[in-house]
């Protein structure tokens, strides 16, 4: 799958789930459970032991599955992320090196930030959308809401807090999309093999998106904006 592409599945289904899972079979059975709740995106995070052969492993055996490397601090990991199969690369914090040799590989890269200044300079890094982590501290969707008003122009991904009662808020605050790690894939639901608890967890969040979205479309068409034509007499 090309950068565009992966950009424009991203910002379709509007959640990134990051899998924190301890072996190949679990990765795979996390994978299966999202898409078929209609997410097709899993995030592998560096922190868990053998993230990279994970990769690898839904890479060979999920073909239809967009997998990505998340929790990235150096370019040498990223290098074997994208050599196994990552696709896109995510990271806690704003690291330009990282950022810079995404953009060589041509690879999709997110990058963690929080403050404006720092999203700011993300952005005009080359980041193809900016990662607000953790946002829940901060104000949530309100914190959201502050930098998607201010920075308008830059794709926000809020992370860090979200959940099935505040996902729609995220996106009615303006973010792109949002990542989720076990409020989406509960490691109990993994453990105990309970794939329908995630689909439905899944569908829950893609609905939260989903609805959200309608409604900002739905205010958008409602504006209505008359042109000044320099005819209209001012009011005396």
Same mark, same amino acid.
């Given at each position: 799958?090309?950068?565009?592409?992966?950009? &424009?599945?991203? #910002?379709?289904?509007?959640?990134?789930?990051?899998? #924190?899972?301890?072996s190949g079979d679990d990765a795979h059975f996390a994978a299966e459970?999202?898409? =078929?709740?209609?997410?097709?995106?899993?995030?592998?995070?560096?922190?868990?032991?053998? &993230? /990279? %052969?994970?990769?690898?492993? $839904?890479?060979?055996?999920?073909?239809?599955?967009?997998?990505?490397?998340? =929790?990235?601090?150096? =370019?040498?990991?990223?290098?074997?992320? !994208?050599?196994?199969?990552? *696709?896109?690369?995510?990271? @806690? &914090?704003?690291?330009? /090196?990282?950022?810079?040799?995404?953009?060589?590989?041509?690879?999709?890269?997110?990058?963690?930030?929080?403050?404006?200044?720092? +999203? $700011?300079?993300?952005?005009?890094?080359?980041?193809?959308?900016?990662?607000?982590? @953790?946002?829940?501290?901060?104000?949530?969707?309100?914190?959201?809401? &502050?930098?998607?008003?201010?920075?308008?122009?830059?794709? $926000?991904?809020?992370?860090?807090?979200?959940?099935?009662?505040?996902?729609?808020?995220?996106?009615?605050?303006?973010?792109?999309?949002?990542?989720?790690?076990?409020?989406? !894939? @509960?490691?109990?639901?993994? %453990?105990?093999?309970?794939?329908? *608890?995630?689909?439905?967890?899944? *569908? #829950?969040?893609? *609905?939260? +998106?989903? %609805?959200? #979205?309608? %409604?900002?479309?739905?205010?958008?068409?409602? $504006?209505?904006?008359?042109?000044?034509?320099?005819?209209?007499?001012?009011?005396?």
């Open positions: 799958m090309k950068k565009d592409e992966v950009c &424009a599945l991203i #910002r379709k289904i509007g959640v990134i789930p990051a899998v #924190r899972v301890w459970a999202v898409t =078929t709740g209609g997410i097709p995106i899993v995030e592998i995070t560096m922190t868990v032991p053998g &993230a /990279v %052969e994970l990769i690898a492993h $839904l890479h060979k055996s999920k073909s239809k599955i967009l997998v990505g490397a998340g =929790t990235l601090l150096d =370019t040498d990991t990223a290098q074997k992320c !994208i050599a196994a199969g990552a *696709r896109f690369l995510t990271a @806690p &914090a704003f690291n330009p /090196v990282i950022v810079e040799f995404a953009a060589k590989q041509n690879i999709a890269v997110l990058p963690g930030a929080l403050t404006p200044t720092e +999203v $700011l300079a993300a952005w005009n890094s080359g980041a193809d959308f900016v990662k607000v982590f @953790p946002c829940g501290p901060v104000g949530g969707d309100k914190y959201i809401k &502050a930098l998607h008003t201010a920075l308008p122009q830059v794709p $926000l991904i809020a992370a860090g807090g979200v959940n099935q009662q505040t996902a729609g808020s995220y996106i009615l605050a303006g973010a792109a999309a949002i990542g989720v790690g076990t409020e989406l !894939i @509960p490691t109990e639901a993994i %453990e105990k093999r309970q794939p329908h *608890r995630i689909n439905e967890l899944a *569908r #829950r969040f893609t *609905r939260q +998106v989903k %609805e959200a #979205r309608e %409604e900002i479309e739905a205010w958008q068409k409602s $504006l209505i904006i008359k042109a000044y034509t320099g005819t209209e007499a001012c009011e005396k």
